[in-house]
């Protein structure tokens, strides 16, 4: 059992509510509820990561960069929901605490695109839904009134920052040129970057100020990478910058090893294990197919990790792993499936599974399709 440091106040409001419409393959999701650990499982093209892609798109939206998601995916045409010809618009509800924000975004000309219908609510306040109005260029009018001194300001920042503080984590990318294997500036340790490359500054800063956090993520990667002794962290001058890569010593030797003498899942389950326990965690956190080339005895160690930051704040996992799914409750499960051409939504109640659970695990009823999120063919 891994225990667990003291932690620091958590800023914003994890998601309570999320509704979207007409966005890659989701026709409709309406006002499904997220709990503090929802495990997201189906077939490949059952339509998960495409949940995982709003987070994504949404995170781009507040950070100013929404037309560049926009193209990176293909052009508008290709978010919409089955065309143009279908779906004329994308709708999208957030509800999270007392606030909620919605938007929608509808096509232009070519691959153009206007932000229509923003609002932000409130639950205390009179009118609940305060709306924003219409930016045809695509850039956020809650993100301008958060960030200036208009009126309604102090209104719209606590929404940016409920929204800001969630956070997607993906460390698929381990390749020879991948940021995590190279080193970043010492000054970069303020909170872990989506794809970990800041892990050498962020794990000396940890080291330096939050020595018991440290300690347990060391513990955690000593359960899965026995070789390991400690990570150097050692700052070096290059050039006019002083940087950190993740060097670290095995068991019996002095020898400064450098990232890439870690295997792919090696250094992969140092930064979940770095997200998961890191002393100010998101409000939220989202990663896609966290069990990607981990052993067995590795994604064990993962749902621990998983199910103890979930006590602290909210965590969305995509996964086709059965042996990943064994180590939840089934209630935490939600199964997405393609039916009629879009994606669809369910979280497990137990009650419909108590006699299968007496004989099987959760991972065997969703291999045996007893747990209906298999391969569907249409």
């Not at 000309?109 to 205390?124: H, S, T, V």
Request: charged fraction near 25%; include cysteine.
């Amino acid at each position: 059992m891994l225990v667990v440091c003291g932690r620091g106040m958590i800023m914003g409001d994890s998601l309570d509510k999320l509704t979207i419409r007409g966005f890659r393959s989701i026709r409709e999701l309406e006002d499904f509820e997220l709990k503090n650990l929802n495990i997201f499982v189906g077939a490949n093209g059952a339509g998960k990561s495409n949940l995982i892609s709003f987070f994504r798109m949404l995170q781009s939206l507040i950070t100013e960069n929404l037309a560049d998601y926009v193209r990176n995916s293909g052009g508008i045409s290709d978010l919409l929901y089955n065309g143009r010809k279908t779906t004329k618009q994308m709708e999208f509800v957030t509800l999270f605490g007392q606030r909620g924000y919605r938007f929608v975004i509808e096509p232009g000309p070519g691959e153009g695109f206007a932000l229509k219908n923003e609002a932000r609510y409130y639950q205390p306040g009179r009118s609940g839904w305060w709306k924003l109005g219409n930016s045809p260029d695509g850039t956020s009018l809650l993100v301008k009134e958060a960030k200036g001194t208009v009126h309604g300001s102090q209104y719209s920042k606590p929404v940016f920052d409920s929204i800001s503080s969630w956070r997607i984590y993906h460390f698929h990318d381990t390749s020879v040129t991948a940021a995590l294997r190279h080193a970043e500036i010492v000054e970069d340790n303020n909170t872990l970057r989506f794809d970990a490359s800041n892990i050498g500054p962020f794990l000396l800063r940890l080291r330096n100020e939050e020595k018991s956090c440290y300690d347990e993520i060391l513990n955690a990667c000593h359960l899965v990478l026995p070789f390991l002794e400690d990570f150097l962290l050692k700052p070096q001058q290059l050039g006019p910058k002083t940087k950190v890569s993740l060097t670290w010593t095995t068991k019996g030797s002095d020898y400064p090893m450098q990232p890439y003498h870690l295997s792919d899942g090696s250094i992969r389950f140092i930064c979940l294990a770095t997200a998961l326990l890191q002393p100010d965690p998101p409000s939220t956190i989202i990663i896609d197919e966290p069990e990607l080339g981990l052993h067995p005895e590795a994604i064990r160690v993962l749902a621990e990790l998983i199910e103890d930051a979930a006590r602290r704040t909210q965590i969305i996992v995509a996964t086709q792993s059965p042996l990943l799914l064994d180590q939840f409750s089934i209630e935490n499960i939600v199964v997405v499936n393609r039916k009629d051409g879009q994606s669809v939504f369910q979280r497990l109640a137990r009650e419909d599974f108590n006699e299968w659970l007496e004989d099987y695990t959760v991972g065997e009823l969703w291999t045996k399709n007893v747990i209906q999120g298999g391969t569907t063919y249409e």
